[in-house]
């Protein structure tokens, strides 16, 4: 029985917590917050035990880690980079969901030489669609453009933003706002946030896709030089972005973004009721001919571990615990800096916890 930390007991903390405390008896799982009300929901047991401990101080949180097979940072993005710096410390292996790129640069620096693994960018985007885009561009002779498009969406939108709260505000304020990386006419740079908005349509429903920050992961270093187009869009309704961009520029919110982030959670509600739509096109060539190959799903919210979970909820956290289970397997490298696409789908599908992705919709592909 390995001995897993989790950092952050908000709504994807918790989840991986029971997912990994119910997986046969392979995981002993402490889950830390430094919220006594954030942790009163953790009902404990021979498996999940809460721990009161202040994330913010680096030597409580090395204290914490101490012994530990691995620590899964599921905290606010802000605190990704001090959290993995404790993991290098307490030397025990390191993973998290952040999509901000600033902390995942510093993970990559913390990762040389260590003596354990470094696995950032573990959730949904990014994370499993890196893996998703890659499997399809390993089928092309030459690839041409990767487009990968994600959304966590309520499944009734019922209000002018189209949209209802489904995980981390903090998170939405700051894709929204960083540059985003992309692959423009074969060179790597850097575009606006909430920009090159553009629609599409899946089984019937219209939706908009623009440019927000982190979903690419590592991937447009891993394919530069060998695309002439790669970026990320997250999906919403329409109308979404053109309200953003009202919010954030012309009110001049993404310089007060405390402010922004009370307007949206006391004015825009959670759901459960959610549906994660990853929507990934490649196109490229293939014994001589231009073809497309495209993986498109739908997840919807559902019952695990006993209890009702939203759809970002089970595909943020299953990534999370596949990626942490293939460690533990010894399927990932043991040590040193390791990306999403390094990762077979067969192998992330065919897990106990990312097959998850599997038994949702089938995936539609050329």
């Known amino acids: 029985m390995k001995d ?13 917590a029971e997912l990994l405390a119910d997986a046969d008896g392979d995981y002993r799982v402490t889950l830390a917050d430094r919220s006594a009300a954030a942790l009163a929901g953790i009902t404990p047991g021979p498996r999940l035990q809460p721990l009161a401990v202040d994330v913010a101080d680096p030597a409580a949180l090395r204290q914490a880690m101490s012994g530990r097979f691995a620590v899964l940072s599921a ?18 292996h ?23 693994a470094f696995i950032p960018q573990c959730g ?24 990968m498009r994600v959304g966590a969406l309520p499944a009734y939108p019922s209000n002018a933003l189209n949209y209802n709260l489904t995980w981390s505000t903090e998170g939405v304020i700051n894709e929204y706002i960083e ?12 575009v606006p946030a909430l920009e090159e908005r553009e629609e599409f349509a899946l089984d019937g429903v219209q939706y908009e896709a623009f440019n927000t920050s982190g979903g690419l992961g590592t991937l447009a270093e891993t394919l530069e030089g060998k695309v002439r187009t790669l970026n990320y869009r997250t999906i919403r309704y329409p109308g979404h ?9 012309d009110l001049r919110l993404r310089e007060r973004r405390d402010l922004l982030k ?11 009721q959610d549906v994660v739509v990853i929507f990934v096109t490649v196109s490229g060539w293939r014994e001589g001919r231009l073809m497309q190959d495209t993986y498109a799903r739908k997840i919807y919210a559902q ?25 533990a397997q010894g399927r990932l490298p043991q040590r040193g800096f390791v990306r999403q696409e390094d990762v077979a789908l067969a192998d992330f599908l065919g897990n106990r916890f990312g097959r998850v992705y599997a038994q949702a919709d089938e995936a539609r592909t050329a």
């Open 75 to 92: 905290a606010p993005f802000h605190l990704t980079a001090s959290i993995a710096e404790s993991a290098r410390a307490a030397g025990t």
């Open 241 to 249: 972005a053109a309200i953003m961009k009202a919010l954030l520029h």
């Open 124 to 147: 949904l985007a990014p994370g499993f669609v890196s893996i998703a885009a890659a499997d399809l561009a390993r089928r092309f002779d030459k690839l041409d453009s990767v487009r």
């Open 262 to 272: 009370d307007i949206l959670e006391n004015a825009v509600p959670a759901t459960m």
């Open 179 to 190: 540059p985003c990386e992309a692959i423009v006419e074969g060179r790597r740079t850097e």
């Open 303 to 327: 019952v695990r571990a006993g209890k009702l979970r939203s759809g970002i909820q089970v595909t943020t956290a299953g990534s999370a615990c596949a990626m942490l289970d293939l460690l």
């Open 4 to 16: 897993i930390l989790i950092v952050g007991a908000g709504k994807i903390g918790q989840v991986a």
């Open 94 to 116: 390191y993973l998290d969901l952040t999509e901000d790129v600033a902390s995942t640069r510093r993970i990559r620096e913390l990762a040389k030489g260590a003596a354990t």
